[in-house]
Each structure stands twice: as C-alpha cells, then as structure tokens.
C-alpha cells in the first residue's frame, strides 16, 4: 500500500529554472493539494484540486503552476524559480466526504 | 478568514511530565479541528481530530485533546511525556461550509530532556 509519495525528495536549482515536483497517491482521493512548509508559517496552501481538471488556488499560489489531469497525480511546477521558493513542499490528499488530508513525506527544495 | 495561533514555537518538558500544547482558532463557525505530528524529516500524521462529536479526543500515542468552544481553543495533551514524543505538533481548522481546506498553524516543536 503506497498510499502517497512525492519525488523527488531533494531537490537543488538554480533561480530562473523551471522545476516540477511529483505527487502521486494511490487511493483514489478526489482531492489533492500541495502546501509549503517554511519556519514560522507552518504550512500554507499554494494549490489544490478537487478532482481531475478542476484545480483552484490557496494561499500563496504565485509563481506555482499545477495540472491534474488524472485523478492520482498533482504535478506541482515552478516556472521559474526564485530563492523565495527555497521551502519544503508537501502534498496531500482526502476523499470526498471525509475531513481528513494525508500527506507525503515531503520534498525539499533549494533555489540557489 | 479563519486563522490559527499556537501559544510557545518550542515548548521543553522532562519525561514523564505532563505535556500541554496550546491551540487557538478563530472561526465564524464551528470548525472541524485537528492534530498532526511531524517527526524529522517526515511527513505529517494525524494525532487526532475534532469534527462535532464528543468534545474530548483521543488519539494515537495517548495523545487527547479538548474542544472548548467558549474559549475557542483545541489543546493538545499528554499525561506523561515519552522521549518519542519529540517532534514537530501542527494545529489545523477547517471549515465544513467552505470546501473544508485546512489552516494550519505556525507549530510548535517539543522536546523531552530526559
């Protein structure tokens, strides 16, 4: 039982650089989204999508381009990246009717 | 907006002693209230959650925590704390009405000395 994973899970870039992080869960979850985790802010949500081609944003979503167009993926890409980016970034997910979210175990990013 | 403010980003205590991690929200409506803990370098797990029924919790690890409406509040709680408590505790809200996403608070991180 995956459940849900995230690669990679170390990430280096440098700034001006498009990177994309990877989110996949295996239980069939309407609903998936990515939040940042950064000191002092816990964790804010940059995108989230309540099922297949239905996307909406959080937060703090600029700079941050997401696409779902299956069910179990949520694709998380910068565009171009800048050193505000520098952050660990989580994915999660939840079925519909039911309150809670499951995370990944997280990507860690550094925009050099 | 609903917003969620943790009282202390580091809280220490000795094993064996109580543990009291403080959790306030602010919401126009009753909320759906949770607990998650982030070992190092891990994801988030679910200590616990409040969603409208019995206003004491319990959850993994002999964690509970207490809704207190008239206060706002939702803290976490352990009789006596164990070295493998140490870790990062996350409060969240949501709010069934509107989409149910989360708001997390800013977490607090807690240490057992032995």
């Not at chain 1, 280096?12 to 989204?33: A, P």
Request: charge should be neutral; include cysteine.
């Amino acid at each position: 039982d995956a459940g849900i994973t995230q690669s990679p899970r170390y990430k280096i870039t440098e700034t001006g650089r498009q990177v994309t992080l990877m989110c996949h869960q295996t239980w069939s979850h309407s609903y998936m989204f990515w939040y940042r985790q950064d000191l002092g802010h816990g964790l804010r949500l940059i995108y989230y999508s309540a099922a297949a081609d239905i996307t909406d944003k959080g937060e703090v979503p600029d700079g941050y381009v997401v696409s779902r167009s299956k069910t179990e993926n949520f694709p998380l890409t910068l565009e171009s990246a800048t050193r505000s980016q520098t952050s660990v970034y989580f994915c999660a997910s939840r079925a519909t009717g039911q309150e809670t979210q499951y995370f990944g175990p997280g990507t860690r990013l550094l925009v050099l | 907006a609903q917003s969620v403010t943790q009282l202390g980003s580091h809280v220490s205590v000795s094993e064996g002693a109580l543990v009291l991690l403080r959790c306030n929200y602010s919401s126009s409506v009753p909320p759906y209230l949770f607990w998650y803990v982030q070992y190092p370098n891990q994801g988030l797990q679910l200590l616990l959650k409040y969603t409208s029924a019995a206003t004491l919790v319990k959850g993994i690890n002999g964690f509970e925590a207490e809704f207190k409406k008239s206060e706002t509040s939702f803290h976490l709680t352990k009789p006596s704390a164990h070295m493998s408590d140490a870790a990062e505790y996350f409060c969240a809200v949501s709010d069934p009405h509107y989409g149910q996403n989360f708001v997390f608070g800013p977490g607090t991180r807690l240490s057992v000395l032995p």
